[in-house]
């Protein structure tokens, strides 16, 4: 068990440009997780997928946002044409699916992004 | 609409001592609530749970007790350790969808 990983773990950027952050969960997992965390704000919930299939994403979140897991196992979010807004910490989660042992996700240690 | 709310940002606790982190709910829906701990620039990691048909888990020095009819869950750390000193996330979910997180309590254990 290597754990979730995340990849850039950094990652500046100027304003307009469009940045995508990798994530690879644990391998038996089969839901996986993106959050973006700002100072002094809990995880906040972007969109989760099982397996392939993306099966909620966030009202509040941007058309340029968009993320992939095509193969079900490692995924990618997308950030198109980046604003200082954007300036966060993303993070990824798997888990299991409920009932059996997915009642507690499993935190990659984020990919921070700095738009300029 | 903040479904999980943390209403001290910090808490500062001796080195010994019992800490007390509390946090509150709205959705009556939910039905599994997790501790998380955060150090800097690190995810967060999982500490304890519990299920809602329960209203105490323990594990060695971390006790989360459970409340429905407040809607409150609190987190006691004891006897706290200098390296308990970090953010705790409280969090909650139905049947493990879509985990809400509250903002967070900064525990500062001072030796």
């Known amino acids: 068990d290597t754990g979730v990983s995340q990849d850039p773990r950094h990652k500046i950027t100027k304003r307009g440009q469009n940045v995508t952050f990798r994530c690879d969960p644990i391998s038996e997992h089969n839901r996986l997780y993106w959050y973006r965390q700002t100072l002094g704000q809990g995880p906040e919930f972007l969109t989760y997928?099982?397996?392939?299939?993306?099966?909620?994403k966030s009202r509040l979140l941007s058309d340029r946002f968009s993320a992939e897991r095509p193969k079900g196992s490692f995924s990618t979010l997308e950030i198109q044409r980046t604003e200082q807004g954007d300036s966060a910490m993303y993070l990824c989660?798997?888990?299991?699916?409920?009932?059996?042992?997915?009642?507690?996700?499993?935190f990659g240690s984020g990919t921070q992004l700095s738009v300029l | 609409d903040q479904q999980v709310k943390q209403n001290s940002p910090s808490l500062s606790v001796q080195e010994g001592r019992i800490s007390i982190l509390n946090c509150d709910y709205t959705n009556s829906m939910f039905d599994y609530f997790l501790w998380y701990k955060k150090y800097p620039a690190e995810g967060p990691t999982f500490l304890i749970s519990i299920s809602s048909i329960k209203d105490k888990n323990e594990d060695g020095r971390f006790t989360v007790f459970l409340n429905k009819s407040a809607k409150h869950l609190s987190l006691h750390i004891v006897p706290s350790q200098p390296g308990d000193s970090a953010v705790y996330f409280c969090?909650?979910?139905?049947?493990?969808?879509?985990?809400?997180f509250g903002t967070g309590t900064s525990l500062t254990v001072i030796p």
């Open positions: 969090a909650a979910s139905v049947w493990g969808n879509q985990f809400y």
């Open positions: 997928f099982q397996n392939e299939a993306q099966l909620e």
């Open positions: 989660a798997s888990s299991l699916e409920p009932g059996t042992g997915g009642e507690k996700l499993f």
